[in-house]
């Protein structure tokens, strides 16, 4: 789980590309019109434009500005990007395919071209309904993606995920199976948006970091499933195995933890709670004098400026003993689905790079590596793990430089 960059909180934090052909007629008519509809419960609505000043102004002014302790020098952008934002019909696997509504956005490069590459960016977690893709002047982090890889001539597809962005729902933190649709069903009414304002599909690249990196993941899974092509997946900082990485966070505490680890377990457990029909499963685990602020935190009713002064500085201080003690055995149905919610065990087709800190205060590297080995024993695709080093590979930093490192991978496949 996460700390973001500021109103952004990393953690645990498709279909082919989309390549942009504009045709002048439908943009206009975009802009015209305002919001179109695509077919029932689906709309995309243009929401802005980012000119290519204001994209390197994100490269170099407010990028070193938000992120000072991590210095990274970016190719300026080429290419001004128009903003969508779109809504969609999905369903909630955990609650019985009922249905629902979620958004994300579609961010398309103003270049003419027959095929141009698109990359799905799951993003990590935060702590507001808003501070998401589809709302990217309130995310630093879906800016720099936009900046990076849009301004660059890929068009970017980015779920908001279940609660999140114009969702009517709770959040949805860390399910596994709405995780998955919602991504894959923000993919395809990515595709039908682009498809109608005109561009064209090219290779399809994955990412995404903390909680975005564990969703690319399963997002990835779910691709392969259904016989989506992934031409490359680039997980950052990613919490492969949930597991592991609560009882990390439990049984071997340190003075560098991140302070948001409480508030992230605190997400999490409500979310089981309702998507996993887990009654009183947030009595069991965190004492009572901190129920009130977990359970306003989830709800979106906890502001930021007061959030770290409701909660202990370590997650141990937050829990009940007895959850506690379920946690090393896994006992209890909340420890059995944290198991059935990795996001790396299965024997993949897609080119793969980990991208971990070595001192990353939130995801341990043997965790953020965990497909590397997996893959090989599988003879599964190839998948390597790129360590940032330095004084400042944590958390933030190591996104920063993945976000550099990974776009140059992305174009090699582009030039083969």
């Known amino acids: 789980m996460v700390i973001a960059l500021p109103r952004l909180i990393g953690f645990l934090g498709l279909l082919v590309v989309l390549s ?9 008519t975009a802009e015209v019109a305002g919001k179109i509809t695509l077919s029932p419960g689906v709309t995309c609505e243009q929401i802005g434009t980012y000119s290519v000043n204001r994209l390197n102004q994100i490269l170099t002014d407010e990028v070193p500005a938000q992120l000072s302790d991590y210095p990274v020098s970016y190719p300026p952008a080429r290419d001004a990007v128009k903003l969508y934002r779109i809504t969609y019909r999905s369903v909630i696997p955990e609650l019985g395919n009922r249905h629902t509504t979620a958004s994300g956005l579609l961010a398309i490069p103003e ?14 977690t935060v702590f507001t309904k808003t501070a998401v893709p589809s709302h990217p002047e309130e995310s630093m982090e879906t800016r720099l993606i936009l900046a990076r890889f849009a301004g660059q001539g890929y068009i970017v597809v980015a779920p908001d995920y279940f609660g999140k962005g114009s969702s009517r729902e709770t959040d949805a933190y860390l399910a596994k199976a709405s995780t998955q649709q919602a991504c894959l069903d923000m993919l395809r009414a990515g ?4 498809e109608r304002l005109g561009a064209s599909w090219g290779p399809l690249f994955v990412t995404g970091w903390s909680q975005g990196g564990w969703a690319t993941m399963v997002f990835l899974n779910k691709l392969e499933n259904v016989g989506i092509p992934v031409t490359a997946a680039a997980p950052v900082c990613a919490p492969e195995d949930l597991f592991a990485i609560i009882n990390h966070w439990i049984h071997d505490p340190s003075p560098s933890d991140s302070i948001f680890l409480p508030e992230l377990l605190a997400l999490q457990l409500h979310a089981y709670e309702h998507y996993y029909h887990l009654r009183g499963l947030s009595d069991e685990a965190i004492k009572p004098e901190y129920r009130a602020a977990a359970r306003d935190l989830y709800l979106n009713k906890l502001a930021w400026p007061g959030l770290l002064k409701q909660f202990p500085r370590h997650l141990s201080g937050m829990l009940q003993p007895g959850f506690i003690a379920e946690s090393s055995l896994g006992r209890g149905d909340y420890w059995e689905i944290i198991q059935q919610n990795q996001a790396y065990r299965w024997r993949s087709t897609t080119p793969m790079r980990c991208y971990y800190g070595a001192k990353d205060e939130i995801v341990p590297p043997f965790i953020a590596q965990l497909p590397i080995g997996y893959q090989k024993v599988m ?23 993945a976000v550099e490192k990974e776009k140059e991978w992305f174009d090699s496949f582009l030039n083969k």
């Open 20 to 28: 942009c052909s504009f045709c002048s007629a439908a943009v206009q």
């Open 111 to 124: 270049i003419e071209g027959k095929s141009f590459p698109v990359v799905s960016y799951q993003h990590g």
């Open 191 to 194: 595709r039908s948006a682009s």
């Open 379 to 401: 003879k599964g695709a190839i998948t390597t793990g790129v360590e940032v080093t330095g004084s400042k590979a944590n958390h933030r930093g190591a996104f920063v430089d």
